[in-house]
Each structure stands twice: as C-alpha cells, then as structure tokens.
Nanobody
Framework: QVRLVESGGGSVETGGSLALACGFS????????LAWFRQAPGKEREGIAA????????TYAQAVKGRFTISQINANNTLNLIRNRLKPEDTEMYYC??????????????????WGQGTQVTVSS
C-alpha cells in the first residue's frame, strides 16, 4: 500500500493562509492521481483538487474553484495546497488521497479509496 502523510495543519488567524503538503509513496513513473479533500464537521468529505504524476495536469472541483490552488507534484512526491484569506468557517479536516489512474480520471472524486490520516486546520477570529 502507498503511504500518504499530510502536514501543515494547525491554528491560523482569520485572513491568514493555508499551506499544506501531502507526501506520497508511489512510483511516479506510473500514472497516479493525487488529490486533496476537505471535510467540515458534520459534512461529507469533498474533493478539492488533484494532479497527475505523469502529466502537467491539475484539476479543481467546481465548488472550490478559485478558493484553492495546488502545485504540480514535485520531485519529492509532494502535492501542495494553498488558500489565502481564511475565515472561521474554513475550520475543517484536510485529507490527501491517491488512486492509480490516468490523468483524465483524476477528477473522479468518488474513486479515491486510499487516504491519509488528515490534518486539522482551525481558523480563529
């Protein structure tokens, strides 16, 4: 099994920035989709964005487009997630996930089945 480890969570002041990283243990020579999800208290887990290991491709969920940005997967097998101007309602768990699939499948959010443990982001006011 691949291992996925989120980092960068914690307490952030209102108006601050979210900067998370997910480390993956995959064969980047093969086709993998790596993604970020979020989950608010009492809500279902929701896809944010995803990238491909083999193509310069990123995709964003419509509901969050314009709110988050992700990097392409870097040489250290890390996918970054950034959002500025955080609000208290952005207090959520953030998870990374993976599936072995081609770049055109990376936005199929329901197909992700391998998950990290998540990292908590708390936005204070």
């Amino acid at each position: 099994q691949v291992r996925l480890v989120e980092s960068g969570g914690g307490s952030v002041e209102t108006g601050g920035s979210l900067a998370l990283a997910c480390g993956f243990s995959v064969d980047t020579y093969s086709n993998w989709c790596l993604a970020w999800f979020r989950q608010a208290p009492g809500k279902e887990r929701e896809g944010i964005a995803a990238a491909s290991t083999r193509n310069p491709y990123t995709t964003y969920a419509q509901a969050v487009k314009g709110r988050f940005t992700i990097s392409q997967i870097n040489a250290n097998n890390t996918l970054n997630l950034i959002r500025n101007r955080l609000k208290p309602e952005d207090t959520e768990m953030y998870y990374c996930a993976e599936m072995r699939s081609q770049w055109s499948d990376c936005a199929a959010w329901l197909r992700y089945t391998s998950w990290g443990q998540g990292t908590q982001v708390t936005v204070s006011s």
